[in-house]
């Protein structure tokens, strides 16, 4: 399920600190894009927490926000669904057929075959 939440920015000396006021809840990164970031793994978390807890991911507010000076109104995507799959990353067991010469020579290289065939994979 992919939702747009707001959220308003403030720029401290050190910090890009982040409030998404329709969760209640707020994070901060080093740089802007990091906040972004930040937010919206803070965002998917809390959804997918929310979730478990038996409870449904409101709606983003339609209401407009009174923004201090210097600070940013932005938007975040979140894919709650997606960012629940990225946390189920359990392990399953697959029997694949290589020749004989390419098991010796991932051998001799002290290659981990489960690694080397993830990385195929996600590169494919």
Do not use: C
């Not at 972004?36 to 809390?46: E, R």
């Not at 209401?63 to 799959?85: H, M």
């Amino acid at each position: 399920m992919k939702t747009v939440y707001p959220i308003i920015i403030t720029r401290t000396e050190k910090w890009f600190v982040v409030d998404a006021p329709d969760l209640q809840i707020g994070t901060q990164g080093k740089t802007l894009k990091e906040a972004f970031a930040m937010a919206n793994d803070a965002i998917s978390l809390w959804g997918v927490t929310t979730q478990d807890d038996g409870n449904p991911i409101p709606e983003p507010y339609t209401s407009k926000y009174e923004l201090e000076n210097g600070q940013i109104l932005g938007a975040v995507e979140v894919d709650f669904d997606s960012y629940r799959r990225s946390l189920q990353n359990r392990l399953i067991k697959k029997t694949v057929n290589i020749p004989e010469y390419v098991d010796e020579i991932g051998r001799k290289k002290g290659l981990n075959f489960s690694q080397a065939l993830t990385d195929a994979i996600l590169a494919k």
